[in-house]
């Protein structure tokens, strides 16, 4: 092993000042020499114990530890984290005196655009509803025994509203089986009940897209040959003036009942 003294002369030597001063920092000598002794024989047969000092180099110390940056850094971006997590729960959060009902958005929207006929085979659209109020209410007239109390119930309902309330709107009947209800007999059937009912029939086509923007569940169910029947689920819709549906009724309500929640319903956007 070659002495470190005799490597730093050598370098001296055949290097530059600055070179050999860089080589002195780099093979530091440690402050604490370690020492070894070993045995040696000599030529007498005696042994001779001889104690040498061994000195370690030592690794330049290294730059900073990644840690004290990292350290801090994630301390820092967690304080981030958490002031944000607070902001947005400050941001959300319901004001006092408000309910949480305001903080949903609106459900879907009933009712939209149509194009069907009238049973005097006139066009009708959704612009005829406009300025009234309208009660409306999706059928047909081969159904056995709900269909026809639903439109009893509808014809009396406007009797009451004249007659107790002085309040007037506008039945409307629309079938749901064009193919069988066309507007000639679509017509007679509903002057049994009340010829104040207005129906309201069209293509296969239109008559399904009108009972899609109300929401309206229907399907045919094929019996032998060419019969068939309809279910449906035979609601009301109360229609305000600006087209919009105030309410829905189901086949629950008798004519009192409904009478009654109509009569509310008018008074209070009148008085609005």
């Known amino acids: 092993m070659v002495p470190i003294s005799r490597l730093i ?3 001296s030597k055949h290097a530059p000042r600055q070179h050999s001063l860089s080589l002195l920092r780099r ?12 045995t040696k024989s000599t030529k007498h047969g005696g042994e001779k114990r001889e104690t040498q000092h061994v000195y370690t180099i030592e690794e330049p110390q290294r730059e900073k530890s990644y840690a ?3 350290l801090p850094a994630a301390l820092l971006g967690f304080g981030g984290l958490a002031a944000f997590l607070r902001y947005n729960d400050e941001r959300r959060a319901i ?11 609106p459900g879907p929207v009933i009712g939209g655009p149509f194009s069907l ?3 005097e085979k006139r066009v009708v659209t959704e612009r005829d509803f406009l300025g009234k109020w309208v009660l409306l209410y999706f059928g047909y007239t081969s159904s056995p025994d709900i269909g026809p109390e639903q439109v009893k119930t509808m014809a009396e309902t406007i009797d009451k ?11 409307v ?7 069988r209800d066309t507007p000639t007999h679509l017509r007679a059937y509903l002057k049994e009940f009340d010829p104040r009912i207005v129906g309201f029939t069209g293509a296969p086509g239109a008559v399904r897209q009108m009972a899609l923007e109300y929401r309206v569940f229907f399907r045919k169910i094929e019996e032998d040959k060419d019969d068939y029947l309809v279910e449906a689920n035979h609601n009301f819709y109360l229609i305000g003036p600006n087209k919009e549906v105030v309410k829905c009724f189901g086949p ?6 409904l009478t009654e929640a109509i009569a509310k319903e008018m008074k209070r956007k009148a008085a609005s």
């Open 95 to 105: 004001p006092r005196g408000e309910t949480q009902k305001e903080q949903f958005s």
């Open 27 to 38: 093979f530091s000598l440690s402050r604490n020499p370690q020492s070894r002794s070993y």
């Open 9 to 11: 002369s050598f370098a």
């Open 68 to 70: 004290t940056f990292i």
């Open 173 to 179: 009947f629309v079938t749901l089986d064009p193919q």
């Open 252 to 257: 629950e309500y008798n004519a009192e009942h």
């Open 117 to 119: 006929i009238d049973t």
């Open 161 to 171: 509203l004249e007659s107790q309330e002085n309040l007037k709107l506008l039945p």
